[in-house]
């Protein structure tokens, strides 16, 4: 669902729960409300609007999630002193003064617990990125392992009794582009009987003092609620940095709640998966570190894998490309990154388009009808030599869009794209995770 389609249909439930309040309709109401923020939050975290426009609807959304509490303790019988109604007489009596004191500090509690839940469950990734395991290409290893920690203690529970424990944090570190938070997303896809929670840096940061810390907090105790549960927090290392004399008091009071939460005492994470991300690994609190139990490096892809990476981003696009073009090429990206390769591609797919913008003369050529890609017509336009049979000087301007048929990707594109692009990861950045990885291993 797009995020205007969200927030549409966020617009129509939050309309329907107040009219069904107002008929006393307290049970579809309160569905309503829950289900209205949900699409409210899904909205906002994606949309590009700006800050005091989310602000507002977060805002309302606090407003229909009170309203929401109070029609579940109705509806429960526990909250036998207060009508459903807003508001009431007040009572003259002691007793009723201290009950209204009690309840105006469980209702500023609640008021508390429900506003940091809401601004989290923005994190709640509430549509699966659909990606599978099969297009992640290469990296084997890791997503054994992942499967490993996600999948197997969910499917087959009885595995894991006993001293027989799954993860409980998994630490992914590489350089940068080789698909951890790619990986991350086909978790996300796959696990998809977990609650899967994507956390960044400005999820939990907040300048109000003491506002962070709670975020932490609240972010483990929903996880604790929505077992079981994965918590994947991309670079990490902004938000679990070594710990200095010179760093804020704050960035470290988050760093001690991390601490507390991913392994303190009174806390149960079974069923809680926190997965981490980062490409200077080294950065990191050894504190923090520890607790990654299982850390996995996520190497460059080798030449299998990049010709694999070839194949997944040219996708259906066509092209004259052979097998054994696709594994040259493979040979050929030495020290790329999938994301060097991505990019690699998309310029290559970028040359017909080219080809197009700087011809001087098109030919009339065979092709499949825009409308109906079954109907073979002859009437379609491509660029071509000046020389070419049939070449007519004219420009792309002079062409209608309907007959337009632009030439195919070839061997030649993508070479040009390989020359023109050079890979983003040093050796020293490789030199330092290699000793990372030669000090504290992979699998912790």
């Known amino acids: 669902m797009s995020n205007q389609g969200a927030l549409q249909k966020a617009i129509e439930l939050v309309t329907k729960a107040t009219e069904e309040d107002k008929n006393k309709n307290y049970e579809e109401a309160l569905r309503c409300y ?13 949309e590009a609007s700006s800050d005091k426009a989310k602000e507002s609807i ?18 429960n019988k526990k909250d ?10 007040p009572s003259n009596s002691k007793h009723a003064a201290d009950d209204k004191s009690s309840d105006d500090e469980d209702d500023k509690e609640v008021t508390d617990k429900k506003k940091f839940e809401t601004q989290l469950t923005g994190a709640i990734v509430m549509e699966c990125p659909n990606v599978k395991w099969s297009d992640v290409a290469g990296l084997d290893g890791a997503k054994e392992s992942l499967k490993e920690a996600v999948i197997l203690p969910v499917k087959f529970p009885h595995l894991f009794t006993g001293k027989r424990k799954p993860w409980k ?5 590489g ?3 080789t698909g951890k938070s790619y990986l991350a997303k086909a978790v996300a896809t796959e696990a998809n009987n977990s609650k899967f929670f994507s956390v ?12 962070s810390e709670k975020l932490v907090k609240s972010l483990f105790s929903l996880a604790r609620e929505n077992k079981p549960s994965i918590i994947f927090i991309d670079e990490v290392d902004a938000l679990c940095g070594s710990r200095s004399e010179n760093e804020s008091e704050s960035a470290r009071r988050i760093k001690t709640e991390f601490l507390v939460q991913m392994q303190g005492v009174g806390n149960d994470n079974d069923g809680i998966l926190v997965l981490g991300a980062t490409n200077i690994p080294w950065s990191l609190d050894s504190a923090i570190r520890r607790r990654f139990e299982k850390r996995i490096y996520i190497p460059l892809p080798e030449a299998p894998a ?3 990476m070839f194949k997944l981003h040219l996708g259906s696009t066509p092209h004259s490309l052979t097998e054994a073009d696709i594994r040259e090429l493979g040979m050929r990206t030495d020290g790329y990154s999938g994301a060097d390769i991505s990019v690699v591609v998309r310029d290559a797919l970028m040359q017909p388009v080219r080809k197009v913008q700087t011809a001087t003369h098109f030919r009339r050529v065979r092709g499949p009808s825009r409308d109906d890609p079954n109907l073979i017509v002859n009437d379609l336009l ?7 049979p049939g070449a007519v000087e004219m420009n792309w301007m002079d062409v209608d869009s309907d007959k337009l048929l632009e030439p195919i990707v070839s061997m030649s594109d993508m070479l040009m794209a390989i020359s023109n692009s050079k890979p983003t990861v040093n050796d020293d950045d490789l030199k330092k995770l290699q000793q990372f990885t030669d000090d504290f291993g992979v699998e912790g």
Request: proline residues 7%.
């Open 175 to 177: 350089p940068p582009g």
């Open 58 to 75: 977060r805002s309302k959304c606090n407003q229909y999630l009170d309203r929401a509490e109070k029609l579940k303790n109705y509806l």
């Open 80 to 89: 036998k002193k207060k009508p459903v109604a807003d508001g009431g007489k």
């Open 200 to 211: 960044s840096s400005s999820d939990l940061v907040s300048k109000w003092l003491g506002e």
């Open 34 to 46: 829950e289900h209205s923020v949900e699409y409210f939050l899904h909205a906002i975290k994606y």
């Open 382 to 388: 491509t660029p071509c030599s000046p020389g070419a």
């Open 169 to 173: 944090g998994i630490l992914l570190f």
């Open 306 to 308: 990049r010709s694999e």
